[in-house]
């Protein structure tokens, strides 16, 4: 029994033995900075608590963590930083089109006279402001990299002369800044420099160059407008031959000048037999109340009513269109004066859309021979007095905000791991 007792024993000490290493295992990270704490006071022979230790940690982490960078910060702003000048500028773009009249359908498919493109012009100017293009342009006539990358310019700020062209857009990214205001239609922009001299000549040489890219625009919307008016005059005139061969081959297939005279004859003919025949018959019933219906002038009265009878039914066959021996022109005058009453709508609407074209393009080319949009340019850059940038105290302390929130986040999270882990 008492060999029994002792393997029970050895197999609960076994158990407590390996539960105690667990909960060691489990508390080694949260109990480093203590045993830590300990050895350093063992070593130093310093009557340190632990809890003391980590508070002087806390310190020497906000030292190296907030104060040096808030320093070093201040060392560059205040020190190291170079001086920034600004030049400003703001102009509008405008347009000198009227509002339509109401006739002149085409032109305002052309878009001659459509005020509000100046919104699109405008924005295309703020993405040309900061393009590849406009730097090409400023570098044939002011040396860009040499201005950026002078020896005098602190390290974070300066070019390096021999950068791909990527680079320089990256970094003229950097230089300018531009804002359109949709409500005043006011574009702004701000270029930096190294000098006064640099920072004028540079953003002079911007407006020129904007205002060279709204007189392209502008050019290049007065020939498509003209183009178009063109191309559209050149379809009606297409249109209208059309419908003139359509008119000629129809008159020539109906043997009828004009359908319609014709037609007005006819019924004027018609109403002819028909008033004859209303006062032979009226004869015939007087002559029959006193003759009888062997006698001459009776039989000779009938074949006069007999003879009107059948021009009057040929007449009006030839009107309708009905029966074999109907026409004498091929078709019945209905069904022909319709043909010709569609070609003559036909005709109208292709002579008057012929004529309102040429009116457009006249008007477009009245257009092409004035500017139709232009640069307003109301604040001219001029040479800056003071260096604005960099902002010296307001940089240090967004530096300090900064490493003090993300030192206050590393030790937020440094003790909620630790109280965790307990």
């Known amino acids: 029994m008492s060999d029994k007792a002792d393997v029970k024993l050895a197999v609960a000490e076994a158990k407590s033995a390996k539960e105690v290493k667990e909960t060691k295992e489990q508390r080694v990270i949260p109990l480093r900075i203590d045993r830590a704490a300990a050895a350093i006071a063992r070593k130093t022979d310093l009557n340190i608590r632990p809890r003391q230790l980590r508070r002087a940690l806390l310190k020497l982490s906000f030292a190296v963590c907030v104060l040096l960078p808030s320093l070093l910060g201040g060392l560059y702003f205040f020190v190291i ?93 950097w230089m300018i800044t531009a804002s359109y205001d949709n409500t005043s239609a006011i574009l702004n922009f701000e270029v930096e420099a190294f000098s006064a001299q640099d920072a004028k000549a540079i953003a002079t040489l911007i407006v020129a160059y904007c205002q060279e890219l709204i007189n392209q625009l502008s050019e290049q919307a007065r020939k498509d407008a003209v183009r178009f008016a063109q191309k559209e005059v050149a379809t009606a005139e297409v249109r209208l031959k059309v419908i003139r061969d359509e008119m000629r081959k129809f008159r020539s297939s109906s043997s009828a000048v004009d359908p319609t005279a014709s037609a007005a004859a006819q019924v004027q003919l018609v109403a002819g037999i028909e008033t004859q025949l209303i006062e032979l018959r009226a004869r015939l019933g007087t002559l029959l109340a006193s003759l009888d219906e062997d006698s001459l002038p009776v039989v000779q009265l009938r074949k006069q009513i007999s003879s009107l009878e059948t021009q009057l039914i040929e007449k009006q066959t030839e009107v309708n269109g009905e029966g074999e021996d109907s026409t004498r022109i091929g078709r019945g005058l209905s069904s022909l004066l319709a043909d010709y009453e569609k070609l003559q709508v036909d005709m109208e609407f292709a002579q008057k859309a012929y004529a309102t074209s040429l009116s457009s393009l006249e008007r477009a ?46 030790v937020l999270l440094a003790y909620s791991i630790r109280d965790h882990m307990r």
């Open 81 to 173: 930083a170079s001086e920034r000048y600004a030049a400003r500028a703001s102009f509008a773009v405008r347009s000198m089109d009227s509002v339509p009249s109401g006739g002149d359908f085409l032109g305002a498919i052309a878009g001659l006279s459509s005020v509000g493109t100046t919104t699109t012009d405008s924005y295309i100017v703020l993405e040309y402001l900061k393009s590849r293009e406009l730097i090409d342009k400023i570098q044939a006539d002011f040396d860009l990299r040499e201005a950026f990358s002078k020896s005098s310019i602190d390290f974070l700020y300066r070019l390096d002369a021999g950068a791909p062209i990527e680079d320089v857009v990256a970094y003229w990214d």
């Open 365 to 410: 080319r009245a257009e092409a021979d004035r500017q139709q949009r232009f640069l307003a340019v109301f604040a001219s850059p001029s040479t800056p007095e003071i260096a604005i940038y960099p902002y010296r105290v307001i940089n240090t302390f967004l530096v300090f905000i900064s490493a003090l929130i993300l030192w206050s986040i590393g």
